[in-house]
């Protein structure tokens, strides 16, 4: 009977010669013991069972039946079928095509939570076309929650949702759905606490779960359904919403994202209802925040022209599109005038737009004028560069209306003049966009420079301050040269003392000697005295 258990994990060697092994790693004991060369344990997963598919067949096996195989793998990928990849180096070249296109889809080294909130926000900065300086307060807010909190599985279902549209597998598509349902379940539970539900983590948790329904399909109406449900969010909060430099920025950044909403649907509802929370915005902002609050009401009159324009186009027919062309290039005209619905605020009408084509064509523009504005504020930059975009969008708008109206002969002509008009200011707007990327160009190049200067600073310093520890070392050396001199001359008077004292006691010793010599004279001095003076006693 075939041995159908698990497989052994014996290492090689002992596995050819079938003797026990005792697993020890880095090389088992008996190839130890007995001078065998141990080439170590095959991994686990090598000896898995796995279905037979068009990866795992040897290249040997005949090209039809992998050909016909391919064919109907590219059939259930929804018709997505691989780029040729004659580029690959020669390491490649034996490989199918669909191998191919498996060698590119690595797996991240590192643990998930390490990517999905980077991924998140790429993934949100491409869907929402947000500037990114709008990042910044979800940034700000994101550092504020922990990895349990509903905005991250919020982020984490974004991030799955960003990752299958670019790399789409079953895979993919299952942990896409499993973090969605995570996440909305946490949104209700917080949905339900009347502190939890005002909070900027929570509007934004919900602006993240409307963009993730924008990212896994944009034709479902889910989207719309988030959008909706945080207005009412804003208006349960009421003026608190502004109270921080956070909420505020979290309003223009949710609009920014009704107003997306708005040019791809046609439903003017979206930021006709967002707009009328701006007055608050206007009563609690600070003096910087008026350009941006003056940018945010032209795109609003932008937006508003574009959504309209689209409903037109979608709906109506060329009686209805010919009677509101009068109308849509009269608000075209005066687009950059429109201040609704902050009119009564003077720092809104103030404030003025400038019409197409102001800045490359200036003769104080950027470039010829090192203290202009687009050259030293980085607000009034971004501000610019954001008109700048929205009204290309609205002329293009108006472009694609003009095509249909101009489908009548008796329109043709003034349609094709008005035509004429905006496309010379979509190039001319093109030329703004260019100054601005000039002016970026310069700012970065200038940072490089600053960057060089420093570094070459740095290295003079760096080489200064190698001479002079040099020279430190040279002093050392030759201080550690006159120190084992003076220890060489002390040894030497050391030694000479050493002399000294042995002569010493030499002489010491010597008159020590002599003095019992003189000891011993004396006594037989005195002996000899007291036998003369017996005898001259003994003589009387």
């Not at 990114?132 to 807010?141: E, F």
């Not at 095509?403 to 008796?410: D, E, F, I, L, M």
Request: net charge positive.
């Amino acid at each position: 009977m075939p041995n159908i258990g698990r497989p052994s994990r014996d290492c090689n060697s002992c596995r050819k010669r079938r003797i026990k092994c005792d697993l020890k790693y880095p090389e088992c004991g008996q190839c130890l013991r007995k001078r065998w060369s141990c080439s170590g344990y095959r991994k686990d997963s090598d000896v898995l069972f796995r279905t037979e598919t068009l990866i795992s067949f040897p290249d040997n096996q005949s090209k039809d039946r992998r050909k016909k195989q391919i064919q109907q793998i590219q059939q259930r990928e929804n018709g997505v079928s691989f780029k040729k990849q004659e580029d690959f180096d020669s390491s490649a070249k034996g490989l199918s095509p669909y191998r191919k296109q498996i060698m590119i889809h690595d797996q991240l080294s590192e643990n998930w939570d390490n990517h999905f909130i980077p991924l998140a926000l790429a993934g949100l900065r491409i869907s929402a076309d947000m500037p990114l300086t709008m990042l910044n307060v979800i940034s700000n807010i994101i550092s504020q929650n922990d990895h349990e909190s509903p905005l991250y599985k919020a982020l984490n279902a974004v991030g799955y949702a960003f990752l299958a549209r670019t790399n789409p597998s079953k895979n993919t598509l299952a942990q896409r759905i499993k973090a969605y349902r995570n996440a909305l379940t946490a949104v209700n539970s917080t949905l339900r606490d009347s502190q939890k539900c005002r909070t900027n983590t929570t509007l934004l948790t919900v602006w993240v779960l409307g963009l993730y329904e924008f990212l896994a399909d944009p034709t479902n109406a889910g989207w719309h359904i988030h959008s909706q449900g945080l207005i009412n969010l804003f208006r349960l909060r009421g003026s608190e919403n502004y109270a921080t430099e956070d909420g505020r920025y979290l309003y223009l950044l949710f609009f920014n994202s009704f107003q997306i909403q708005a040019i791809r649907t046609g439903e003017e509802s979206y930021i006709t209802e967002s707009i009328t929370l701006i007055h608050e915005i206007a009563d609690h902002c600070n003096s910087s925040e008026y350009l941006p609050l003056r940018t945010c009401i032209f795109t609003y009159h932008c937006a508003l022209q574009c959504s309209r324009i689209r409903k037109l186009l979608n709906e109506a027919t060329d009686a209805k599109l010919l009677s509101s062309s009068e109308s849509i290039l009269q608000d075209m005209d005066n687009i950059e005038k429109a201040t609704y619905p902050l009119s009564h605020k003077s720092f809104i009408t103030e404030n003025k737009v400038e019409a197409p084509v102001r800045i490359a064509h200036d003769d104080d523009s950027p470039g010829k004028d090192t203290n202009h504005p687009m050259e030293v504020d980085s607000l009034y930059r971004g501000s610019i560069m954001y008109r700048v975009n929205w009204r290309i969008r609205v002329s293009f708008f108006v472009l694609e209306f003009l095509q249909r109206v101009s489908t009548s002969p008796r329109n043709n002509l003034y349609a094709s003049e008005t035509m004429g008009r905006y496309g010379k200011n979509i190039r001319l707007l093109s030329d703004d966009i260019k100054e601005i990327h000039n002016v970026y160009t310069r700012k970065i190049q200038k940072h490089i420079n600053l960057l060089r200067i420093r570094s070459h600073s740095h290295t003079a310093e760096n080489q200064s301050v190698k001479a002079e520890i040099a020279g430190l070392k040279a002093a050392l050396d030759k201080y550690a040269k006159q120190n084992e001199s003076l220890k060489g001359k002390i040894r030497a008077q050391q030694s000479e003392m050493q002399v000294w004292k042995d002569h010493a006691w030499g002489l010491l010793l010597q008159y020590a000697r002599l003095l019992r010599k003189v000891y011993s004279l004396d006594d037989k001095v005195g002996r000899l005295s007291e036998e003369v003076r017996k005898r001259d006693v003994s003589n009387k």
